[in-house]
């Protein structure tokens, strides 16, 4: 089953604590009123781990994403999403940065392939409209 180590208050999970799931995957951070809250760590098996702010349960706010495999992710979520400005890294020579909504690319961002950045507007993880900038 599950275990939690930590602080409790009228029996209910509150302050810092460890949570582990039967499955192995793991949270350690803050807790309020029985729910994960404040700032904190879940960690799965593979070694792939958020690192951020939760609210009611929820990735909320500024966040580190990593992935096992190396990619990952810095930015803004909501709702256990990605949502706002932020960057996926792929590989050294692949990222995107730019505005999420929803897990995907939406709004104005950059793509960045080795030494070329394609500039332009996504909807839905798909560029819609290249946008060519001036060098100065």
Same mark, same amino acid.
């Given at each position: ?9 009228n029996n209910?999970k509150?302050? =810092? @604590?460890?949570?582990? #799931?039967? &499955?192995? !995957?793991? +949270? *350690? /951070?803050?807790?309020? %009123?029985?729910? $994960?809250n404040? =700032? @904190?760590?879940?960690? #799965?098996? &593979?070694n !792939?781990? +958020? *690192? /951020?702010?939760?609210k %009611?349960?929820? $990735? ?5 994403l ?6 990952? +992710? *810095? /930015? ?14 792929y ?5 995107? *940065? /730019?505005?999420w ?16 950045k ?8 798909k560029?819609?409209?290249?946008i060519?900038i001036?060098?100065e």
């Open positions: 089953g599950s275990i939690y180590e930590g602080n409790y208050f209910k509150q302050g =810092k @604590g460890k949570f582990v #799931w039967a &499955d192995g !995957s793991s +949270y *350690e /951070g803050e807790f309020y %009123n029985d729910e $994960i404040g =700032k @904190g760590n879940f960690r #799965w098996l &593979d !792939s781990y +958020y *690192e /951020g702010q939760w %009611n349960g929820k $990735i909320e706010g500024y966040w580190k990593s992935f096992f495999n190396g990619q990952y +992710y *810095e /930015g803004e979520f909501s709702e256990n999403k990605k949502s706002g400005k932020g960057k996926y890294f590989n050294s020579n692949r990222y995107f *940065e /730019g505005n909504k929803n897990n995907l690319e939406n709004g104005e961002g950059v793509l960045i392939l080795g030494n070329k394609h500039h332009g507007i996504w909807k839905d993880g560029l819609l409209k290249k060519n001036k060098k």
